[in-house]
Structure formats: structure tokens, C-alpha cells
């Protein structure tokens, strides 16, 4: 018998130790997850991370092409200086005031699960999560509140190649926020990743932007730290998201033996969206951005019905561009999801290049560098998860 013991003992310590580094990104919650007999989201791991992309790149290449569109037909080069914020408030409101179309495939998702549902959680765990659960929307929510503002703020006070610069920070705080509140920890290749996704928004300085401000209305201090704490805030939102789907989502999940299920991006996206949607209104009313509104509106150079479509097209583009986002971050990281995020922007530069002709903006070697090193830095994230992938089976 000792003799038959000794090589299990020998044996299964090391295995523990190789299955920690196989997932990076989630090292820590796959590896409680596989001792409480959890897969998650093995089944549908690549088929949800394709379809996560192709919504990050089609949300926010459309919401931010309507947005230019939207800044370049209002005339700002006729507001002064008591007007220069004019409508922050709004393009935060329109990044979260979509939410309700989520409302039917959420309804969907849930329906389909509970048919599969056989056994109920504990009165009081399931309390507690709520209650837990509704502290951490509110709190995503505010997050995403403010750094919508934010970033519609400094991009109205600065340069948008500095905007640029210094939004692209975010990728530093990710990682770092993520080892701290995550656990995550990196290897290489995601470190590579990361490096190439700095080097990739960073590349995209020379892009132009419908509502970029005129040397008159240029506030570096004021729009230099809207932009670093915009970064700060989507990084922090981010690695919070990536907080709930490992400490109750996926534990809740767990007590019903049930796989966990997309439903729950819907989830974290609606109620966040809601109370960030509160927030902006509030702000909305209290600027008294109503009353700009619509004279925004009458003014339109395409006509009023122009700008209802433009207004709406970024709320709905936003919505998806959630989807992809909370997507990556259900799927596989915090890390990948922000990497996903800004390798995107080459892409939205290039197609302003194609649907404007904004003064001085053209497809130059930056741009074109930029998209190469975009593909490099998906291209090493995405090796390191078919190495995890193949490893692990």
C-alpha cells in the first residue's frame, strides 16, 4: 500500500503546478473552478471570443464613425468658450442608454436555462449574492458614468493625438489592477500582447476627430487629466466586471451545478448600464444640455432626421460594442477584453480617413504600422490560448 501511494503523492503536486500557469489569464478562478468540477466556459470558448470581437470591432468603429459624424455636423466651430463642454453629458448618456434592447435576448437566455434547471440555491446564499451583486452594479455603473464623461470631455479640450496618448494608458493600469483585484498572472506572450497594443494605440496619435478643439479652446491641464482618469476608469471598470463574473457569478452558478451562461454579460450590462444611465441623466439636467438639445437638433446641417438616426446609432453601436467588451471578459480576461478594445482604433482611424475629409487626416505610415501591430498583438494573445487550449486537453 505505501508502495502504491508514493507515486500519487509524487505525482499530483506537480500536476496542480502545471495546470496554474496553462490559463494565464485565468489562473486563479480556473483553478477553483476545476476543483469544484466547474468547466464554465470551455464548450463555447472560441466560438464566444469570435463573436466578442466581431462586436467590439463593429460597435465601436460605428459609434465612434456616428460621433465624428455627429461633431462635424453641429458646427462647433461656432460655440465659444462658455460652450466648449457642450454635450459630454449627452455622448456619456448615449454609451449606456441602450441597455433596454438587451432586455429580449437576456429574457431569452434566461428562459433557456431555466429549463434546464433542476436545483435551487440557498435562500440565503442567493440573498447575500443580490445583495452583494446590486453594490457592484451600482458601483460599475458610476464608474461607467464617469468615464464616459471623461473621455467626452478631454477629447473636447485637447489635441486628439494627445487625447490619444494619453487614454492609451489605460493598458498599463489593466494589468495592473487586474494582479491585484483578479489574481491574474502573465506570461509572456501576454506581456508581449500587451506591449504591442500600447505601441498600437499609441501609433494612432495622427488620427483626426470631428469635434477636436482649435488652438483657442485647447485646455491641456483640464483635458490631460479627463483623459488619464478615463483610462484609469475603463481599466478599473474592466478588472471589476471580470470581479463578478469570478466571485458570484460563476460561484452561483456553481451551487446550481449548471455551466455558466452569456446571460449573465446581458446581466452585468443591464443593470450597470441602468444606474450609469441615471447618473448621466441627472448630469444631463443639471448642465441643462436638454435645452442644447435641441437647438442641436434645428441646427443639424443634414436635417433633424439625420441627427435622430446619428443619436441613435451610437446608442445601439454602444450596446453592442458592451456585448463584445463583457463578452472577452466572461470568456477569458479583463486583459484580452481591453487589448481587443484598443487594437480596434487603427481600424475606426482608417475608415474616418474613408468617410471624412477631415483637414490634414489620411492613411499615413502611422496608421498603416498601427494595423500591423495590431494584428501582432491579437496574434500572440490568441497563441498563448491554443498552447492553453491544447495543453489543457
Not at 449627452?90 to 435576448?105: E, H, N, R
Not at 501609433?203 to 490631460?224: C, I, K, M, V, W
Not at 443639471?286 to 443639424?300: C, P, S, T, V, Y
Request: glycine letters at 6%.
Amino acid at each position: 500500500m505505501a508502495q502504491n501511494q508514493q507515486p500519487i503523492f509524487q505525482t499530483n503536486p506537480p500536476e496542480q503546478f502545471v495546470q496554474i500557469p496553462i490559463n494565464i489569464e485565468r489562473d486563479s478562478s480556473t483553478t477553483r473552478m476545476n476543483q469544484t468540477g466547474n468547466t464554465n466556459r470551455k464548450p463555447n470558448h472560441w466560438p464566444t471570443i469570435t463573436i466578442s470581437i466581431i462586436f467590439v470591432i463593429i460597435g465601436q468603429s460605428i459609434a465612434k464613425l456616428l460621433e465624428n459624424f455627429y461633431y462635424d455636423k453641429i458646427n462647433r466651430s461656432e460655440y465659444n468658450e462658455n460652450r466648449q463642454n457642450d454635450g459630454v453629458w449627452t455622448q456619456s448618456l448615449l454609451q449606456t442608454v441602450g441597455f433596454p434592447l438587451l432586455l429580449l435576448p437576456f429574457i431569452i437566455f434566461i428562459t433557456k436555462n431555466k429549463r434546464n434547471h433542476h436545483q435551487q440555491p440557498p435562500i440565503t446564499s442567493d440573498s447575500i449574492h443580490v445583495k452583494s451583486l446590486a453594490v457592484i452594479y451600482i458601483c460599475i455603473g458610476i464608474i461607467m458614468a464617469v468615464q464616459g464623461r471623461l473621455a467626452a470631455m478631454g477629447k473636447l479640450e485637447i489635441p486628439f493625438g494627445v487625447f490619444t496618448l494619453i487614454y492609451t494608458t489605460q493598458l498599463f493600469f489593466t494589468p495592473i489592477f487586474a494582479a491585484f483585484i483578479n489574481k491574474i498572472k502573465f506570461n509572456r506572450w501576454v506581456v508581449i500582447s500587451v506591449i504591442l497594443a500600447i505601441i498600437t494605440g499609441a501609433l494612432t496619435l495622427s488620427s483626426s476627430f470631428g469635434g477636436e478643439p482649435d488652438e483657442a479652446e485647447e485646455n491641456y491641464a483640464r483635458g490631460s487629466w479627463a483623459a488619464l482618469f478615463a483610462g484609469i476608469c475603463f481599466a478599473l471598470l474592466l478588472c471589476n466586471i471580470q470581479n463578478v463574473f469570478d466571485s458570484y457569478i460563476f460561484k452561483r452558478t456553481e451551487s446550481t451545478n449548471k455551466k455558466p451562461s452569456f446571460a449573465s454579460v446581458f446581466e452585468v450590462i443591464i443593470f450597470s448600464s441602468l444606474v450609469a444611465t441615471i447618473i448621466s441623466v441627472v448630469g444631463l439636467l443639471i448642465a441643462g444640455e436638454q435645452h442644447e438639445l435641441k437647438r442641436e437638433m434645428n441646427g443639424f446641417s443634414k436635417g433633424k432626421g439625420s441627427y435622430v438616426m446619428a443619436m441613435v446609432g451610437q446608442a445601439v453601436s454602444w450596446q453592442v460594442y458592451w456585448v463584445g467588451i463583457v463578452g472577452l471578459v466572461y470568456s477569458v480576461s479583463s486583459v484580452l477584453s481591453n487589448v481587443i478594445s484598443v487594437i480596434t482604433w487603427p481600424i475606426v482611424s482608417v475608415l474616418v480617413v474613408i468617410f471624412f475629409n477631415f483637414m490634414d487626416d489620411e492613411f499615413d505610415a502611422f496608421k498603416g504600422v498601427a494595423l500591423v501591430t495590431a494584428v501582432l498583438s491579437a496574434a500572440a494573445y490568441f497563441f498563448r490560448l491554443h498552447k492553453e487550449n491544447r495543453m489543457a486537453n
